[in-house]
């Protein structure tokens, strides 16, 4: 089963975006076992549109049509498929009432150009909205299969997962299955990593070539190693990924934090919920950013009381009680974080201060952050961090360190000084 | 002038890396005024790339191929390209010797396959190498073209800015230029500004087709609508661009709040400065998610104190000293303002209080959000809002749906609701 995935927009082709979409589908595809042989971008223009997806039609078995699907003058994607069927298009009035109401659902007035999106090419079938207004489509072309779905990425996302993939593997009567697993690390730099897994990658090659490993850096998530194994049944690929699993956390001990989608913070929760304590947290430099991402949490209303965001320094002082003198200093952090702990009533508290530029501040240098904790259970703490990279790197880096820090402290292990 | 971009690499159909040099040349070939219609990219496989390049000469008068130009058995550009101009490949001495220097330079051996990189199809010119060991290549087919550059994003434009490019210019006797300026907006979902503009499109597809409009929703980010021009002179975009830019001003009136790299933070921090005030804020359902925003602007620590994250509802009471009573409610929002404002000692607070799911609580459904303000120049007021979505895309709105609510204020306009 081949699939071309066509990406529409004119704004891909001034640049003015990068195609995330077309990378997030062959992820996804890939890992299915289907193959993906040609991607294409053409811009907002029918002629061209049809041509394309003709081209695509041809050289593969199915085409993921991705964007266009949208309410305005320039969402062409419908028309184009009706033309490539040799079909019309009419209005789908089960979708048009969907539409219709979700507008009425939001107080909102329905502008009449929505109705566009209820445009079905005759002898489509569609995949149903479940998080925006245009629904997907999977349109037959003889023994071949244009799909559809909306350029918004958690929408076609959805829509990928939940229909488009699954009606390829029934299609595809398939066979072979690849699929990854991603340890999330922290605390070593990628070539350090990459020095320290390097038996392992020499010990795959001489193997049977079905399990592979790559890198990659990604801010404020950590550095991925990525696991792919690729055979001919769910359950190999299962055993082979479980194994090489269990060979890298043998190697890289503690600076695995996570697996596939556990976040930084995630793995600071579960050790907070552990241990029974609820968390507050102070912040300077970040400013609120560490905050954000605890919030992400499901649940963390149960656990997490709240933040002070003290980037006046005579808050530090005032309404957290952090004694006088520098606040870019291994003090401030502890004093912020016992601070902290008293004025919103937790037992445990993570406080960070530091210099993300774009000037130095009280003589330290750009990158320069200090950490500190404070709770009954593991006393007051505090670690200085030194960050790579310009404002908006330091406080990315500022906020997975300070978290992992706090994540090595609860569980009992080593605390680590970020990147080594 | 046409361009078609093919990017060689099965990594990108994996999804293993995302496509950003298709993304870079494209910008930068929209900035010299040259049309590209059409991007593909195709895996490390002979038949195919060959088979993409024909298409690709045949829709276009010149296509640029990236990738595939090292010396390892996948980088098989150079022999795909042969085949397409029907010729042979040919060692260019000049270019082995420059390598081997290269190696020699660098105290590294040299590895017999970086020969490879000296093969050039019978009738192409090499682009010199100054970062690398591959040269690129422009074969030229009939009255056509063919570029070919390396895949290593800094070689790739090094050699596009240096050679391709002016190349390119110079085959077309150019000419055109084209620019794009962006209105962010927020205050109309992307179907009411599309129908509010409508006189505008018609109004541009009758005229002359130089000046064209588009639309993109961009989340957090506000809903963007792009102005792009094409003419013979900078002189004359630049006119088109102001005098689109005026027009649609006009219909659009103070949802517009900023234009081009301006973001909502940005247009507050403007007001806040202008009528010299501090800021503080309080947040709830957010999480510090605006605050983390705040501090992005550059000297924002003149006049931003600070944020209390009240995630806890007794914070909001205890803390903030917000009365008795829901917390999801116009009253608990001006409270947390009114407490924020004297915790924090600032002139101006901005707080919010809402619900962002998975639950509903107090009795408010998901996406009921309150917004208060609290100062000696505006007063206290709070207004409410309801946000589509699920919990991330609520923050999301609910960011910078209160942001630009406190714009509106500050900058004596009148308030709106977020989506209406």
């Known amino acids: 089963m081949r699939v071309e995935i066509v990406a529409i927009g004119t704004e891909l082709l001034l640049g003015q975006i990068v195609d995330t979409n077309s990378t997030a589908i062959s992820q996804r595809l890939a890992e299915a076992g289907i193959d993906c042989l ?11 549109i049809v041509s394309v997806i003709n081209i695509a039609l041809e ?23 009706a033309l490539v069927m040799g079909v019309g298009l009419q209005l ?20 009449a150009n929505n109705i566009n999106q209820a445009l079905v090419p005759v002898g489509a079938k569609t995949i149903a909205q479940t998080k925006g207004t245009a629904p997907g489509l999977i349109c037959p072309v003889g023994p071949k299969v244009i799909y559809a779905v909306p350029g918004v990425p958690y929408e076609m996302m959805d829509m990928l997962v939940r229909s488009v993939i699954p009606d390829l593997v029934s299609r595809a009567g ?8 991603t340890l999330r690390t922290w605390g070593l730099s990628e070539s350090a990593l990459s020095e320290l897994i390097s038996p392992r990658l020499e010990a795959l090659d001489v193997a049977d070539g079905r399990t592979t490993i790559a890198f990659l850096a990604s801010g404020i998530e950590g550095i991925k190693v990525r696991i792919t194994a690729k055979a001919e049944s769910s359950e190999i690929v299962d ?30 929760a579960k050790e907070v919920v552990r241990l029974g304590l609820t968390l507050s947290l102070a912040e300077s430099l970040t400013g609120g950013l560490i905050s954000a991402r605890i919030v992400n949490i499901p649940g963390a209303s149960n656990w997490y009381r709240g933040c002070v965001v003290s980037y006046a320094s005579d808050i530090k002082h005032e309404l957290l009680g952090a004694a006088d003198g520098p606040v870019v200093s291994e003090s ?16 445990l508290a993570l406080a960070i201060t530091g210099v993300a530029g774009p000037e130095s501040q009280e003589g330290r240098s750009i990158g320069t952050v200090f950490v500190g904790t404070s709770s009954e259970m593991f006393g007051n703490r505090a670690i200085q961090l ?8 330091v406080r990315q880096y500022a906020t997975i ?9 609860l569980s009992g292990g080593a605390p680590s000084t970020g990147l080594d």
Do not use: H
């Not at 219709?100 to 329905?110: K, L």
């Open 38 to 48: 040609y991607q294409t971008r053409v811009g907002d223009n029918l002629e061209r």
């Open 59 to 81: 050289r593969n078995d199915a085409v993921l049509v991705c964007g266009g699907l949208g309410p305005t003058q320039d969402d062409i994607t419908r028309e184009a498929i």
């Open 92 to 111: 789908d009035k089960a979708i048009e009432e969907k539409i219709r109401a979700m507008f009425v659902s939001r107080g909102r007035a329905m502008s």
């Open 174 to 181: 398939m066979t072979s299955v690849i699929r990854s697993r």
């Open 239 to 268: 055993a082979l990924l479980d194994s090489e699993e269990r060979e890298l956390k043998n190697i890289l001990g503690e600076i695995v934090f996570g697996v596939d989608e556990t976040t930084i913070e995630m793995a600071v």
């Open 332 to 347: 401030a952090a502890i004093g912020m974080a016992e601070g902290v702990r008293k004025v919103l009533g937790s037992d």
């Open 386 to 393: 030194r960050l790579p990279g310009d404002r908006e790197r």
């Open 401 to 409: 360190s300070a978290l992992d820090w706090l994540r090595r402290i």
